[in-house]
């Protein structure tokens, strides 16, 4: 059994990136454009991880889709090219600014007529959405003080058999460091033991990027 996974280089990354659906000429502009942003540009889902994103929603042929947490638009362009032209995907975040930079690329990426943002705090959209079990996968990426409380709204309106995914929930090694009590970690490592004692879901973490949690509900 090999229990220590493979340790990434730089160098070894690229070539994961490079052979596993490299970013395309619309991609690449969406990441060339968050790079300007600074150090807010760490907030974008790797090209790994978006690569993953899309065929996991092609392979669970899924066609309502949520996204908590949507910055300049990386992620939610993966999954809205998984839902193929007659799916639907949500976004939900707070900021007018960085998603205006997402609409420009959806529009150049031709998914602009899937996707339906709502601005504002997510936690307040979500409760005002209807009740009944609508999506088919859900992705998490927001504000980790809110991640359980996500967790809570999200389980109820997925459809048996489909998808939650929850991002960074090594949170860079910090839910393993006793040391660590910042509200964020805690708020990480709240919400990974609601998953892992949540009997309506099964679910595993999967090493990629930061972490992700990929649950199924029953
Ligand atoms: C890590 S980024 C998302 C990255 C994105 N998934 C991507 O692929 O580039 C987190 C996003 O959550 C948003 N956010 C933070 N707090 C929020 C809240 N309370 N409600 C809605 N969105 C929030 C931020 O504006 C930011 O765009």
């Known amino acids: 059994m090999t229990r220590t996974p493979t340790p990434l280089s730089d160098e070894l990354f690229d070539y994961l990136c490079v052979n596993g659906s490299p970013p395309d000429a619309v991609q690449s502009r969406l990441i060339a454009e968050t790079a300007t942003l600074g150090h807010e ?12 994103l899309t065929l ?22 993966a999954i809205a090219r998984g839902l193929g032209e007659d799916g639907r995907l949500t976004c939900l975040d707070i900021s007018e600014e960085w998603t205006r930079i997402a609409r420009r690329h959806w529009r150049a ?12 705090p997510a936690l307040d959209t979500l409760t005002s959405l209807p ?23 999200v389980v109820p309106r997925v459809r048996p058999g ?10 860079h090694g910090r839910v393993i460091d006793p040391d660590d009590t910042a509200g964020t970690t805690q708020a990480v490592r709240q919400l990974n033991e609601r998953v892992r004692t949540d009997d309506r879901v ?14 199924r509900k029953k």
């Open 202 to 215: 099964e679910a595993t973490m999967i090493h990629i990027a930061d972490g992700l949690t990929l649950a």
């Open 56 to 77: 996991l929603t092609k392979l669970t042929g899924a066609r309502t889709a949520l996204e908590i947490g949507t910055f300049t638009g990386y992620s939610a362009l």
């Open 131 to 153: 009740d009944e079990p609508a999506y088919d996968l859900v992705f998490i990426d927001a504000d980790y003080e809110n991640y359980t409380a996500y967790w809570e709204q």
């Open 109 to 120: 990426a031709g998914v602009q007529d899937r996707i339906e943002l709502r601005l504002g």
């Open 41 to 52: 540009a760490r907030l974008q889902i790797s090209p790994d991880e978006g690569a993953f």
């Open 162 to 171: 489909g998808v939650i995914l929850v991002d960074n929930v090594l949170y």
